[in-house]
């Protein structure tokens, strides 16, 4: 009885020593979800079968070739519109159309703090490209009814001026269009970016490939809204000028919203910019208490495998910034670990420090802002004046003569994708062939090259071509082909750059601080415009006058490659003491941010 009895026991025993080898291999099967904390649409941790990857970004690639189509077929033809038709001086229409490109770019701040810290990606995206498409229906209205603009003109004589009532009703349009910009950019490239597992070895190297073809799907976008769309308008009017665009931005939501199914989703963390003044008030706190932090200095973090900032992985602690580092650190055992004003974590004081770590590459790229904004100014404005015609029926509008930098980039991103980089990999040993900040290097040094090839092409239509319409415009392809190869190259490394050295909670407002560069260069644009009519004589003897024969606009873009090239030499120095947040010069490998993304952002 006692053997009958004990055999179940021994079965038993059996078959839990047969099971534990098959429940440990299951244990060690890689998993299907995500590491890098993204939900699905129905708030589940995100599987990598059903969601992300490239069966979820076409929908916002092509959201975003909708969207940028629309952008820049008002941005081009901007110039155009107020000096004919709102009967604005050519350097007032130029410098107002550079203040708007400015206002809408750095309001992505604006955007990427209500993405990250409340709404998430996707609903900011929705939302802000809503109050876009108002804009852009109030656009076409002031293009549409004749009432809302002065009455026309010939030859510029005795032009009346616009009144306020239609200057503010067109303003308010593109206050409107602004503002859904700067909700729309800084989300985009970072909610496309978030389909990718940083944990998964073979989604990350995609996402490199996203960052190219996103980059390449803008300058589809911009080649239709400066080809197609500026061609309807001036062949139909202002009316489809504006109206086209406005059903295109709005196709742009229908498409984004129809792949709500398969994308991952990041949670928002809160305030970033509420905890960068915490880290900043308690590490000042502590530090006029007479708080000295040293290698063996006791810093708080919280003990639970997630840090506490909501979704977000920990940071470890880095040799930089140290005098941060009193933020964290405990003077007294009994104080409350839950007020962040008196007492933050490492993690918290870490993301502040990648914040920091990144200003002085973003300040060194403005200066390629400040070149690239002539494109849609005193570019246009010398295409103006060339000789367009293609044949005896048909004239290349000024409009869309940029269209030279959109081809340029839709060639050289798949040169460079498919051809250049296993090239650069065989000598660099990295899977993007260079690094993010290698590339864009190579981008500001080009630029040095746009803005000569500018001045010399500008010189000699002055020398040999005098009378309006006799140089003919192909002698502007080398200035638009070089600004838009160094924006090929700079644009996209600053994405790559500015997604990888950020945080969890931090990657729209990563992806807003390059873009708002481009703002702060059209604005800085206007200002040395303004600088340099005072200084020069004015809009009447000065380089910058509303004849560009009486101009010396050659003498403007001979400034502009002095100015790139002493940047260049600043970037390269604050390239080579860069320090990634884990403490390797420079930016960090393919391999190193797997190994990151896998251990969750290098645990403390």
């Keep these: 009885m006692e053997i009958a009895g004990e055999q179940p026991l021994m079965t038993e025993s059996r078959r839990f020593r047969d099971l534990s080898p098959k429940v440990e291999q299951k244990m060690q099967e890689p998993t299907t979800l995500v590491t890098n904390r993204c939900v699905d649409f129905r708030g589940r941790i995100a599987d990598k079968i059903n969601t992300g990857g490239w069966k979820a970004t076409p929908f916002i690639i092509v959201s975003e070739v909708a969207e940028r189509l ?6 081009v033809n901007m110039v155009t519109y107020l000096y004919l038709e709102m009967h604005q001086s050519l350097p007032d229409a130029a410098t107002h159309v550079t203040d708007w490109i400015g206002a809408a770019f750095v309001l992505t701040i604006l955007g990427a703090f209500l993405a990250d810290a409340y709404l998430g990606r996707f609903k900011t995206i929705i939302i802000f490209s809503c109050i876009y498409v108002v804009g852009m229906t109030l656009l076409t209205i002031a293009g549409s009814v004749d009432s809302l603009r002065p009455p026309p003109c010939i030859n510029r004589i005795n032009c009346i001026p616009a009144t306020n009532k239609q200057t503010s009703f067109l303003y308010g349009a593109l206050a409107l269009i602004a503002l859904g910009t700067g909700g ?7 909610f496309g970016a978030d389909q990718f597992d940083d944990g998964d070895e073979k989604e990350v190297h995609k996402k490199y490939s996203f960052f190219n073809w996103f980059f390449f799907a803008i300058n589809m976008g911009v080649l239709i809204g400066i080809t197609v769309l500026v061609y309807i308008q001036t062949k139909k009017g202002w009316s489809w000028g504006f109206g086209i665009p406005t059903v295109s931005m709005l196709s742009s939501i229908i498409i984004l919203a129809a792949g709500y199914r398969s994308y991952r989703y990041q949670k928002p963390m809160g305030s970033a ?23 063996d200095t006791d810093l708080y973090e919280v003990k639970t495998k997630e840090s506490a900032i909501f979704g977000a992985r920990k940071l470890s602690r880095t040799a930089q910034y140290r005098f941060l580092d009193k933020a964290a650190a405990i003077t007294d ?27 002085p590459i973003w300040a060194t790229t403005i200066a390629l802002a400040l070149s690239f904004s002539q494109i849609s100014t005193f570019f246009v404005s010398q295409a103006i004046i060339t000789d367009r015609k293609l044949s005896s ?19 050289l991103v798949p040169l460079y994708e498919g051809w250049m980089v296993p090239i650069l990999r065989k000598y660099t ?15 500001l040094f080009i630029s040095i090259f746009a803005m000569m090839s500018a001045a010399l092409v500008e ?8 009378k309006p319409f006799t140089m003919s415009v192909f002698w502007l392809v080398p200035q638009f082909f ?14 790559e750059f500015f997604y990888d050295e950020s945080t969890d909670g931090t990657r729209s407002i990563s992806s807003a601080l390059f873009l708002s560069e481009i703002g702060i260069g059209s604005w800085l644009s206007t200002a040395l415009v303004k600088i340099v009519e005072k200084t020069t004589g004015g809009q009447k003897k000065g380089w910058l006058t509303n004849n560009l024969n009486t101009s010396k606009l050659d003498y403007f873009y001979w400034l502009l490659a002095g100015i790139n090239t002493i940047n260049f030499f600043v970037y390269l120095i604050v390239a080579w003491r860069y320090k990634s947040r884990d403490g390797i010069g420079g930016s960090v490998t393919d391999e190193e941010l797997v190994v990151k993304g896998t251990k969750g952002e290098i645990n403390t």
Excluded at 273 to 295: D, K, L
Excluded at 429 to 443: A, F, K, T
């Design 70 to 75: 629309a952008f820049y077929a008002v941005a």
């Design 459 to 466: 010189k000699k239509r002055k020398d040999e071509y005098p």
């Design 482 to 495: 070089l600004i838009g190869s160094a924006e090929v190259f700079t644009y996209v490394g600053q994405l």
């Design 429 to 443: 040993g990295q899977r993007r062939g260079i690094s993010s900040l290698q590339r864009m290097g190579v981008g």
């Design 393 to 411: 029926s048909f004239v290349i509008p000024a409009g869309s003569v940029p269209v030279f930098a959109a081809i340029n980039a839709l060639i």
């Design 184 to 190: 729309i950019k800084p989300c985009v490239s970072s």
């Design 333 to 359: 055992p009994e104080v409350a670990t839950s007020n962040r004003w008196r007492l933050c974590t490492v993690t918290q004081v870490e993301e502040f420090k990648c914040f920091i770590r990144v200003l």
């Design 273 to 295: 910019f509420t905890r960068f003044i915490q880290v900043g008030v308690a590490s000042a706190r502590n530090h006029f208490g007479g708080v000295r932090v040293s290698r």
